[in-house]
């Protein structure tokens, strides 16, 4: 069985400054994968970023980059120069090569002052 | 393009009325296929997958049912509504050589 936790439901970060988002996960896979999802408020799911777990080197994608931790299970999410548009709930999500299935954790609510 | 539409994208029903939601994907041939629901505030929960037409797996049998009568077609049922099957009912299709999902806009479902 695979969990996801995201110990932090709500987080605040002012126009430009860096914010993390905490993610551990536990599965008995050694095949998976590690996700973060945006859902603005328009509640569409929007692909943010993607590690595979065998990879050691950590996924960036522009000003969101992550910080994969295997032996801790750890997958947080750094965003930089943080934008009014960065506003909206954000998942971290793993998927199981053998069990076909994308487990979700219950999200962060991200706020974003100007 | 694989564009993932869902149809519709509100919908209110009374308690007891059956249900048909549709996702219909553009582009790509036998995608895996999933069903997901959302309730308010909280995140997603695996209602279905179907990894080719009429093969369907079931997570969370309840009341729902799916179907796949075609390649590209993704579709959720009710024969009766129940209050609890108010959310936001999300279809996403599975790239195949990245195991990345890919999901449609969406369709918030309010039973009464």
């Known amino acids: 069985a695979q969990t996801v936790t995201q110990s932090q439901p709500e987080m605040s970060v002012q126009e430009a400054e860096t914010v993390t988002l905490s993610c551990t996960y536990d599965?008995?896979?050694?095949?998976?994968?590690l996700f973060w999802y945006k859902q603005p408020p328009s509640r569409q799911m929007i692909l943010v970023i993607r590690q595979e777990a065998y990879k050691q080197q950590n996924a960036t994608e522009n000003r969101f980059s992550v910080n994969f931790q295997k032996a801790a299970k750890s997958f947080s999410l750094k965003i930089s120069d943080s934008q009014l548009g960065d506003a909206a709930m954000y998942f971290c999500?793993?998927?199981?090569?053998?069990?076909?299935?994308?487990?979700f954790g219950t999200g962060t609510l991200l706020a974003v002052q100007p | 393009s694989q564009t993932i539409h869902q149809w519709p994208a509100t919908l209110v029903q009374p308690v007891g009325s059956p249900l048909s939601l549709e996702c219909t994907v553009e582009?790509?041939?036998?995608?895996?296929l999933y069903w997901y629901r959302q309730a308010a505030g909280r995140g997603l929960q695996l209602l279905f997958y179907?990894?080719?037409?009429?093969?369907i797996s079931s997570e969370v049998p309840q009341n729902l049912s799916a179907s796949r009568p075609q390649d590209r077609q993704f579709i959720l049922s009710s024969k009766k509504l129940l209050l609890s099957d108010s959310g936001f009912y999300l279809c996403a299709r599975g790239e195949f050589f990245t195991d990345t999902q890919y999901f449609g806009p969406g369709t918030r479902l309010t039973v009464l």
């Open positions: 582009g790509t041939s036998n995608p895996n």
């Open positions: 599965t008995s896979e050694s095949d998976y994968y």
């Open positions: 179907s990894v080719g037409i009429g093969q």
């Open positions: 999500a793993c998927y199981g090569g053998a069990t076909n299935k994308l487990i």
